[in-house]
T-cell receptor, first 111, second 111 residues
Framework: QKEVEQNSGPLSVPEGAIASLNCTYSDRGSQSFFWYRQYSGKSPELIMSIYSNGDKEDGRFTAQLNKASQYVSLLIRDSQPSDSATYLCAGASGGSYIPTFGRGTSLIVHP | EAGVAQSPRYKIIEKRQSVAFWCNPISGHATLYWYQQILGQGPKLLIQFQNNGVVDDSQLPKDRFSAERLKGVDSTLKIQPAKLEDSAVYLC???FGQGAFFGQGTRLTVV
C-alpha cells in the first residue's frame, strides 16, 4: 500500500515568516513528487514538482527531496495571508506516474 | 490554454439514484484521472486512463461506479446506485508527462 503521510495541522505562522511543510512516503519506487495548494472549496493547484534529491526553488517556494529518508518538504518564504490554504503532497512511481496524495496540511498565515 | 472542464459543478441526489459526471481534459493530454475527495482528506484515485485505455482502476468500486473515455478525449464517471458515503467532490485531472492539472470538481451530495 503506497502511502503519503502529512501532518494535518493547522500550521500557523506570522506574516513574513518561513512556513515549513513536511511529507513522508512509504513507496521507495516513488520517483516524482508534487506539491499542490488547495484553497477552501477549490480544486488542487500544482505549485511545485521535484524529481531528484536536493532543493528546487521557484520564487518564494523551495521544494526539498531526500529519497534516502523518504522525505519531501516545501518551504514558503515571506509567507503572506494569501498563502493560507491546504498544501497537498503527492508522490508517483516511475512507471505509473499516478499521483498518490497525502491528506494535506492546513497552513494559516496570520497578519 | 483552456483548463480541465467539468460539469455539473454541484449535484444533489437521493440515495439509490444514479448520477453522471463529465470531464473534458486539457487539449493534448493523453492521461486522464478521476479522483474522489472526501472533506478533510486528500484526493483518492478512482481510475486512470491513458488515451482511451484504463491504466489503473483498482480503487474503483466497480459494483456501483463506472467510467469511460470514448475516443481518448472526454470522459464520464457514473455512480449507480448512489450511497450516502459517496458524498464527496469528484475531481477530474489530466496530464501530459508528469504533474496532474485539476478541473473545478463536482460536489456531490447524496441525501
Amino acid at each position: 500500500q503506497k502511502e503519503v503521510e502529512q501532518n494535518s495541522g493547522p500550521l500557523s505562522v506570522p506574516e513574513g515568516a518561513i512556513a515549513s511543510l513536511n511529507c513522508t512516503y512509504s513507496d521507495r519506487g516513488s520517483q516524482s513528487f508534487f506539491w499542490y495548494r488547495q484553497y477552501s472549496g477549490k480544486s488542487p493547484e500544482l505549485i511545485m514538482s521535484i524529481y531528484s534529491n536536493g532543493d528546487k526553488e521557484d520564487g518564494r517556494f523551495t521544494a526539498q527531496l531526500n529519497k534516502a529518508s523518504q522525505y519531501v518538504s516545501l518551504l514558503i518564504r515571506d509567507s503572506q495571508p494569501s498563502d493560507s490554504a491546504t498544501y497537498l503532497c503527492a508522490g508517483a512511481s516511475g512507471g505509473s506516474y499516478i499521483p498518490t496524495f497525502g491528506r494535506g496540511t492546513s497552513l494559516i498565515v496570520h497578519p | 490554454e483552456a483548463g480541465v472542464a467539468q460539469s455539473p459543478r454541484y449535484k444533489i441526489i437521493e440515495k439509490r439514484q444514479s448520477v453522471a459526471f463529465w470531464c473534458n481534459p486539457i487539449s493534448g493530454h493523453a492521461t486522464l484521472y478521476w479522483y474522489q475527495q472526501i472533506l478533510g482528506q486528500g484526493p483518492k484515485l478512482l481510475i486512470q486512463f491513458q488515451n482511451n485505455g484504463v491504466v489503473d482502476d483498482s480503487q474503483l468500486p466497480k459494483d456501483r461506479f463506472s467510467a469511460e473515455r470514448l475516443k481518448g478525449v472526454d470522459s464520464t464517471l457514473k455512480i449507480q446506485p448512489a450511497k450516502l458515503e459517496d458524498s464527496a467532490v469528484y475531481l477530474c485531472a489530466s496530464s501530459f508527462g508528469q504533474g496532474a492539472f485539476f478541473g473545478q470538481g463536482t460536489r456531490l451530495t447524496v441525501v
